[in-house]
């Protein structure tokens, strides 16, 4: 395991936010919008959580990636543990990821619409 005086401030360069599980088409159609911005991802951790990932460098880098405030760094900073470093992971960090709208296009024509057709069917013969 790796600690943050061998890192190369992997986690200082994207900010992540949770996003509600996407349930209907208006919530895929979001999805399509945040990716279509630049460094903009959302994706399913392993959790089962979705997140939007934005690509975005701490300003309090230095040129090699090591933080210049880390004795007075914000508590994010502070309460992020090694074990979740994506330096110390194993594996994927996510199930699903989407870079593009192609990607989230793609998705919503192989794996969404159908399972909406099927729920729709289920309710139907109900």
Same mark, same amino acid.
């Given at each position: 395991?790796? /600690?943050?005086?061998?890192?190369?401030?992997?986690? $200082?360069?994207?900010?992540?936010?949770?996003?509600?599980?996407?349930?209907?088409?208006?919530?895929?159609?979001?999805?399509?919008?945040?990716?279509?911005? /630049? /460094?903009?991802?959302?994706?399913?951790?392993?959790?089962?959580?979705?997140?939007?990932? !934005?690509?975005?460098? $701490?300003?309090?880098?230095?040129?090699?990636?090591? $933080?210049?405030?880390?004795?007075?760094?914000?508590?994010?900073?502070?309460?992020?543990?090694?074990?979740? $470093?994506?330096?110390?992971?194993?594996?994927?960090?996510?199930?699903?990821? !989407?870079?593009?709208?192609?990607?989230?296009?793609?998705?919503?024509?192989?794996?969404?619409?159908?399972?909406?057709?099927?729920?729709?069917?289920?309710?139907?013969?109900?």
């Amino acid at each position: 395991m790796i /600690n943050c005086d061998e890192c190369n401030g992997e986690c $200082c360069r994207d900010v992540t936010v949770g996003l509600d599980e996407p349930e209907n088409m208006e919530d895929w159609q979001d999805i399509r919008w945040m990716v279509v911005h /630049n /460094n903009v991802s959302v994706y399913l951790d392993e959790e089962g959580d979705w997140v939007v990932e !934005f690509k975005t460098p $701490c300003v309090k880098l230095d040129k090699d990636n090591k $933080c210049t405030m880390y004795t007075n760094r914000p508590v994010m900073c502070r309460n992020h543990e090694l074990d979740s $470093c994506i330096k110390n992971g194993e594996g994927d960090l996510h199930k699903i990821r !989407f870079d593009t709208i192609e990607e989230v296009d793609e998705y919503i024509e192989k794996v969404v619409k159908p399972q909406m057709e099927m729920q729709k069917k289920l309710k139907k013969d109900l």
